[in-house]
C-alpha cells in the first residue's frame, strides 16, 4: 500500500472517529462493519488502527473490540498492587488526606435529597443491632458524601480507597457488647460532618471530617 493510500485510509478513520455518536464506552463497530463504512480493505484497516493505537487515541481489548481514548487502568490489578504496598495506618493517611475535600465538595454542591440520605445514613449507624451493620451504615454515608460532591473522579478515587481500606483492615473482632455503644465517638463526630455540608458550611465539613478521620485513626492505634 503506498503511502498516500495509507493517509487517505488514517484520514477516514480520524474523521470516522471525530464526527460518529459510539456507544458508551467509546466502542468502535467490528472490523468488518466499519471496513465497509469505510470503504476501505480490512488489512488497510487494521494498520489505520494500529497507528491510532500507538498514538493512544484508540485501544484494544481482545474478545471485545476496539475502544476509543487512552486504556483504562486496570482497577482491580492495580487495587491488588496497592494492597501488597500498604497497611491500614497508611490508608488512614490517605483518607484523612483525601476525605474532607470529598466533604468540603459535597457541602457547596450536596442536593436536598442526597442531604436527607446523609442524615438517613447517619441515623441508620445509630440505631444499628450489630458491629456490622454499623460499618455498612458508616461505609453508606461517606460514599454517599462522595456522591454529594457532584464529582464522578473524586467518588471513583474515593471508591479505590475504600477497596484498598476493606482490603487491607486489621480484623474486625470487638469485645463486648456487640453493637457501638451509645457514646461512640463517630456518632457525634458524623453528626457535625453532615450538619455542617446541609450547612453549606465547605470548611465546616472538612475540618470535621479531617476531625472524624484522626478520631479513627487514633481509636485504631489504640486498639493494635
Request: aromatic share 4%.
Amino acid at each position: 500500500m503506498s503511502e498516500d493510500t495509507e493517509a487517505v485510509v488514517l484520514s477516514r478513520l480520524r474523521d470516522f472517529l471525530a464526527t460518529t455518536s459510539l456507544p458508551d464506552g467509546g466502542r468502535l463497530p467490528p472490523e468488518r462493519e466499519l471496513a465497509d463504512t469505510l470503504d476501505i480493505g480490512r488489512a488497510a484497516l487494521r494498520k489505520a488502527l494500529a497507528t491510532l493505537q500507538a498514538e493512544g487515541m484508540v485501544w484494544r481489548h481482545v474478545g471485545k473490540g476496539t475502544f476509543t481514548g487512552e486504556r483504562p487502568i486496570d482497577t482491580v490489578a492495580d487495587i491488588k498492587a496497592m494492597v501488597q504496598r500498604t497497611n491500614p495506618l497508611e490508608v488512614m493517611g490517605a483518607r484523612i488526606a483525601f476525605e474532607p475535600e470529598v466533604a468540603r465538595c459535597a457541602a457547596f454542591n450536596a442536593t436536598p435529597s442526597q442531604i436527607a440520605e446523609l442524615k438517613n445514613c447517619m441515623l441508620k449507624a445509630q440505631q444499628a443491632p450489630t458491629w456490622r451493620l454499623y460499618e455498612q451504615w458508616d461505609n453508606r454515608l461517606h460514599r454517599q458524601i462522595g456522591e454529594a460532591s457532584q464529582n464522578s473522579l473524586l467518588l471513583g478515587l474515593l471508591d479505590t480507597l475504600t477497596a484498598v481500606r476493606r482490603a487491607v483492615n486489621w480484623g474486625r473482632l470487638r469485645d463486648t457488647p456487640v453493637r457501638p455503644p451509645a457514646d461512640h465517638h463517630s456518632f457525634e463526630e458524623h453528626a457535625r460532618i453532615v450538619e455542617a455540608i446541609a450547612d453549606r458550611d465547605g470548611a465546616g465539613a472538612a475540618d470535621a471530617m479531617r476531625r472524624h478521620l484522626r478520631s479513627v485513626e487514633s481509636h485504631m492505634r489504640d486498639r493494635h
